[in-house]
């Protein structure tokens, strides 16, 4: 498997608090992704990552910010949870050239309560 | 920005049957195009992938194929065993300068012993 992590792995948090989870990847790749994964919605897009300081928004970024201080780390935070973001995060990395495959992490469960 | 869909979302197959499964991606610039599998409670992985350059791609029981004129692309799995049951997710990816990855909404495929 690619050497990326995410933590937690699952989470519990109350509605309004802040959340950060953390994508950490050991591979160098260039790109760097957060999905979030919900029943009939498939993997939507959040945020995505080009290089470091580098990142452009997704599909349902709305309520979410992201940060790529060095290459190996891609956080997303929940600036003020809600229920609606329950759900499955998924970071994902692939190397420099657009055409190579990605690799996902284990996968986050947050559940907001 | 890239659209891709996916059908259908169930598909159950007798085993040893053929399962096929369908995608359509909007933007022609697209380039990129992988399938992933996903087990249970697991991260999506990689069963194969084509370029723009190319129409057709085999790898033992899964092909995929790619028309770039009608923007759409299909997996075909021969000889279906129980172990593919699960759930598949196509994907487009763009060029240069545009590198988000696009997903479809999943196809369940449940194999019937």
């Known amino acids: 498997d690619a050497g990326i992590t995410q933590s937690p792995r699952h989470k519990v948090t109350e509605t309004g608090t802040p959340v950060t989870l953390r994508c950490h990847q050991t591979e160098n790749h260039r790109y760097m992704y957060w999905y979030r994964q919900d029943p009939g919605h498939g993997l939507r897009l959040i945020h995505y990552?080009?290089?470091?300081?580098?990142?452009d928004k997704g599909e349902v970024s709305d309520g979410y910010s992201v940060s790529r201080s060095k290459t190996e780390d891609f956080l997303l935070t929940l600036e003020s949870a809600t229920s609606s973001q329950t759900s499955v995060y998924f970071c994902?990395?692939?190397?420099?050239?657009?055409?190579?495959?990605?690799?996902f992490g284990q996968g986050t469960r947050l559940t907001v309560v | 920005g890239e659209n891709v869909e996916q059908h259908p979302s169930t598909l159950s197959v007798q085993e040893g049957d053929s399962a096929v499964i369908k995608c359509t991606y909007s933007d022609s610039a697209s380039n990129y195009f992988p399938w992933y599998k996903q087990e249970l409670g697991k991260r999506p992985q990689l069963i194969i992938d084509?370029?723009?350059?190319?129409g057709e791609k085999k790898d033992q029981r899964i092909a995929v194929t790619l028309n770039k004129t009608a923007k759409h692309f299909s997996l075909h799995i021969t000889e279906t065993q129980p172990e593919d049951s699960a759930v598949y997710f196509c994907?487009?990816?763009?060029?240069?300068?545009?590198?988000?990855?696009?997903f479809g909404t999943g196809t369940r495929l449940t194999i019937i012993p």
């Open positions: 990552s080009y290089g470091v300081k580098d990142t």
């Open positions: 994902a990395i692939s190397a420099s050239t657009p055409d190579t495959e990605a690799f």
């Open positions: 994907a487009a990816k763009g060029r240069l300068g545009n590198e988000k990855l696009t």
């Open positions: 084509i370029r723009s350059n190319v």
